[in-house]
């Protein structure tokens, strides 16, 4: 188990180092990479410019010296990003790290909110579904899991942000929240926090929404099937005899039992719903770190998005890791048999 | 014919006197007798099964249309151009515009039907890149085990906890891709990550089966061993994985190119679409809503046709199903085994 545990770490540490060694060598030397466009957009604006002060800019604006040898650069790009310096933002005039710290608390909250409603619906849709195995309530929420699983989320944005935005007017089109109301979070003025946070939820509802009718359909699924295999066990019939209530059964014996192995595949989920608000985010103009990577991306704000994409990626990993270390704890059968695969 | 029964007994005498180890197989298959069993044994039987299953039609006749409207629609249909018609005529208005045309009076028909040669182009790249790769990592790690094994499934699950979709947005900018079939390889470029793994896997169950031992002792060099005794084995698993990640590609590149993350200077895919309706004001405007609505459709109706494909394929890996339909016998099917297996392969990797 021990090993198990060095194995992993090693693994995050390689995984780190690889993603910010790819968005290294990405702005530093791919041909019209965003070094060279970066370079081309100051030559034609500034022809005056002197290659020197055009290398100063560059240097400034990504974080980067061309000038110096190979690993003083990289060395430096790493001591850098570990002081929380990811460089400055062209087009927000603020520190990449202060824009990407004011935005994921929102990207969290909107994607925690999701997948916990997800969770619930799936969960108990998929119990639901495999007690009633067989009957009209199970294949007609079989055939809506999977239909409803098969259209990307971001259609689903679409549709909503139209329909219940544009064309009812019921949600706001865009922002974390609106402009009259203040930003409270404080204990001391329950109304005001209460109002803040329900406005916050109304601008978020839509892409939460879309999340939700996205996902719950595979765990749903994942549900059932682990659920219907569980309910023909041995140990089942026994509990049964010993006369023990339907609803421990229902909660202790199968549900825990049938959550359990899907507990990786969920986190999993999560991280690359971190992944997927790059899309969602953009059709709700929600500012949130997805937000800013295509921000950055369209206005050539370079650092901006390395910034996110590095900022993603090791978050991803991050919550991969502890999943992977709490699966034994939390599933005592994985551990049994040394986790390791 | 007299001879040839003959021949039978003067067999079945020298199989009587002999062991078992004497017998020699009285007659050798021709090289085109084997390869109709082959044929037989890895696509009929299996497309007999696909076929017997509704979801399954159903999801080819959709796949088929999409197939006809990529290679021969484009020959019947002219491309679309600038003032083709009015500006924003509505759907089924017209015989001339049937789907409508768009704010500079392209038909929008004509745009979905010239966008679908190039999303071909792009799903089965990444679809073949995907399942390649994730094939060629999966079954040497799996075959070969030890060291070998440890490494590859290192950077396999590194590549893994990679997110995608950012990935593919930095290297989207800093590559600026135009060609589809680069475009599909870019979009899937860590997707076979956990397909290889799952595949690795398999070939772990499979290399324990006493004919791989019997193949390797027989001394046939390890590619021989994984291509004829391992290889056929997770075939109809990489087939279906083939049509998720098909998927894939067609979800990520439609929603980069409604994002804008894709360069492109004409309607190239039906993202392209999406994106110049939403800019286009499609979603303020009800007089516009066609024009949104055509490229989601079209992308809903094809995701929608891949994964009844994939679930009704899902089949094939039932022995039992199979077994049943290479003896022409159509009992009926006991209802336990549909309900067992299609939900929690696709859903849980």
């Given amino acids: 188990m021990v090993r198990y545990y060095i194995k992993r770490t090693v693994q995050l540490l390689v995984t780190i180092v690889t993603v910010v060694s790819l968005s290294f060598f990405l702005i530093r030397f791919l041909p019209g990479g965003p070094a060279d466009a970066l370079r081309a957009e100051l030559l034609q604006n500034n022809p005056g410019m002197s290659q020197a002060q055009i290398n100063r800019r560059v240097e400034a604006r990504l974080n980067i010296a061309p000038d110096d040898p190979l690993l003083v650069q990289y060395t430096d790009y790493l001591i850098n990003l570990s002081q929380g310096d990811m460089g400055t933002s062209t087009t927000q005039g603020a520190p990449v790290t202060e824009i990407l710290a004011s935005a994921i608390p929102w990207t969290i909250f909107v994607m925690a909110t999701a997948v916990g409603v997800a969770f619930v619906i799936g969960i108990s849709a998929g119990a639901l579904m495999a007690y009633k195995e067989g009957s009209r309530f199970d294949s007609t929420a079989t055939v809506a899991a999977i239909v409803t699983n098969s259209v990307p989320d971001y259609i689903y944005g679409i549709l909503l942000l139209w329909i219940l935005g544009f064309q009812l007017g019921l949600f706001p089109l865009g922002g974390r929240y609106s402009g009259a109301v203040e930003p409270t979070i404080n204990l001391l003025t329950p109304m005001q926090t209460v109002g803040f946070l329900g406005d916050a939820l109304r601008h978020a509802a839509l892409l939460i929404t879309s999340v939700v009718i996205f996902v719950w359909g595979g765990w749903a699924l994942g549900m059932r099937g682990n659920s219907i295999q569980i309910l023909g066990e041995d140990y089942l019939r026994v509990a049964r005899l010993r006369g023990l209530s339907e609803r421990r059964i229902a909660l202790r014996y199968v549900g825990r039992n049938a959550v359990l192995p899907m507990y990786t595949a969920m986190l999993i989920t999560v991280g690359f719903l971190f992944g997927g608000s790059v899309i969602l985010e953009q059709i709700f103009s929600y500012p949130g770190v997805g937000y800013y990577m295509i921000e950055g991306l369209h206005r050539r704000d370079y650092p901006l998005m390395m910034g996110v994409f590095i900022v993603i990626t090791i978050t991803v990993a991050i919550g991969v890791y502890i999943a992977d270390l709490t699966y034994g704890w939390i599933d005592p059968r994985a551990s049994a048999d040394g986790g390791s695969d | ?349």
């Fill in chain 2, 1 to 349: 014919m007299s001879q040839k029964t003959n021949h039978d007994e003067i067999v079945d005498a020298l199989d009587d006197e002999d062991s078992a180890f004497g017998a020699v197989a009285d007659d050798t298959l021709s090289k085109r007798e084997r390869y109709v069993r082959a044929l037989d044994r890895n696509i009929v039987a299996p497309a007999r099964i696909v076929w017997d299953d509704l979801r399954a039609r159903v999801g080819l006749a959709i796949i088929g249309i999409y197939l006809f409207m990529g290679t021969v629609g484009p020959k019947l249909i002219d491309p679309p151009r600038t003032g083709d018609g009015p500006r924003l005529e509505g759907a089924f208005e017209t015989w001339a515009h049937p789907l409508g045309t768009d704010s500079l009076g392209r038909d929008i028909l004509a745009s979905i039907v010239h966008a679908t040669p190039n999303m071909l182009l792009m799903i089965l790249a990444g679809g073949i890149f995907t399942t390649v790769m994730a094939t060629v990592v999966g079954t040497t790690s799996g075959y070969l085990r030890g060291r070998v094994d440890q490494f590859i499934m290192m950077v396999t699950d590194v590549v893994m906890t990679i997110p995608g979709l950012p990935l593919v947005v930095i290297l989207a900018a800093a590559l600026s891709p135009e060609n589809p079939i680069v475009i599909g390889v870019i979009l899937t470029i860590n997707a076979w990550a956990g397909l290889a793994r799952s595949i690795r896997s398999q070939v772990l169950a499979v290399r324990e089966n006493s004919y791989v031992e019997a193949a390797k002792a027989m001394g046939m060099p390890t590619r021989t061993v994984i291509r004829r005794e391992i290889l056929p084995n997770i075939m109809p698993y990489v087939l279906v994985n083939f049509v998720n990640a098909s998927r894939n590609v067609i979800f990520a590149s439609v929603g980069l190119y409604f994002i804008g993350v894709l360069p492109y200077d004409t309607i190239v895919n039906w993202g392209v679409m999406i994106d110049l309706a939403y800019q286009g004001g499609a979603l303020q405007t009800t007089a516009a809503a066609h024009w949104l609505l055509a490229p989601l459709i079209t992308v809903m109706l094809l995701s929608f046709g891949l994964i009844m494909f994939a679930q009704g394929t899902d089949r094939m890996f039932n022995p039992r199903v199979r077994a049943r339909h290479s003896s022409s016998g159509t009992a009926e099917e006991p209802d336990e085994e549909t309900n067992s297996t299609p939900a929690t392969g696709g859903a849980l990797k």
